[in-house]
């Protein structure tokens, strides 16, 4: 004791002089820094001391007011520790990376998302092509990518996939000229059933609705076919060919009514309904979007309903064989250059079983 005591009295006086002439700024630095390092395990009682984003900016201003030599006796951390804390608030204040030029594709502007989120979301049963038409239709033609983007960003699931089959027994350039032809059943709320005879031009897939009947004859379905080829409104352009099965509802009357205008009966192979496949897909799109969602309650009513959705289907529903055009239409209209400059309400159309996207008047 006497040897450490010998020892230690030497070298404390010197150290007097050096204490008395330091500046009174970093005295006071000196006592800040075990204070505040005293403060954060009181504030810590349970587990390991842990230096939250404003102890180390404290430390850090701290730091800047006593030589850096004496870091190592002040603070609880080492310089390289000290340095890096002061390092990562100068980095975030001058980072500009995040804040301006961000790389890759830009974000889809909001107006394009307001034309592609409301038929999405009111229309469960639309997948994304069908989805695409409705912007397609009023001028505003938008990628498929983009159309699968928005919604899926929005937590809109993908419709149910229905891959219906397809018949390619005729060139596609002969679509113009075919017709076919098929029957429809529904099941009212009674129990009882009705049928409706459906013919589809395959060109511009415009459906026909020929008629509703609780007994379908041979007399009756040659009296609608030759409602349909008097008719202006509902005849047809001139097919060549009819594409029917072996149903013996279609008697050789029937067949005689179109030979009339040129137009000659193809008849399909027993169960083989993908030789028939369109007129068998708008029998299936009548089920999926109107019948399936719909109760009727006796034959006018299912007359009714089936005629409205032929004007929906004929007029403003997009078709993708046509490039998203209407039965009826022609060519898109022209783009629009600012797409908020009006309203797109929805029309209702069977109580809101369809929905149809039009400009506001």
Known sequence: MI??????????????????LRRRAAKDAELLVPRHENAVPRRQLAGPVRYEP???????????????????????????TLLAWHRRPIAVKWDYSERRWRPGRPPTAGAVKALVLPPAQENPRWGRRRIQGEPA???????????????????????????GPTWREFPTAQAEGLLACDFLHIDLASP????????????????????VTAHPTGQWTVQQARKLAVEPG???????????????????????????????????????????????RVVETLRREVL????????????????????????PRPHQARGQLPPLTQEHPAPKTDPTAHRVPRRRVLGGVINEYRYAA
């Open 3 to 20: 040897v450490s005591l010998v020892y230690r009295v030497p070298r404390k006086p010197p150290s007097v002089p050096a204490v008395l």
């Open 234 to 280: 509902l005849r047809p352009e001139s097919p060549r060919f009819l594409i029917r099965d072996r149903d013996a509802k279609y008697t050789e009357s029937f067949d005689t009514v179109f030979a009339a205008d040129g137009t000659k009966a193809m008849w399909t192979t027993p169960r083989a309904p993908r030789m028939n496949a369109h007129g068998e």
């Open 292 to 315: 399936d969602h719909l109760l009727s309650w006796n034959e006018t009513h299912a007359r009714q309903v089936l005629n409205a959705y032929a004007r929906h289907h004929n007029c």
């Open 54 to 80: 404003a102890d180390r900016t404290w430390f850090a201003a701290l730091s800047a007011l006593f030589p850096r030599r004496r870091w190592a006796r002040v603070f609880p951390v080492t310089p390289a």
């Open 192 to 211: 009882r059933r009705v049928y409706a005879l459906v013919f589809l031009e395959h060109g511009t897939r415009r459906p026909h609705i020929a008629g």
């Open 137 to 163: 239709r009023l001028g505003h033609p938008i990628g498929t990518t983009t159309v699968w983007e928005i919604p899926t960003a929005a937590g809109i699931g993908p419709a149910p996939r229905r891959s």
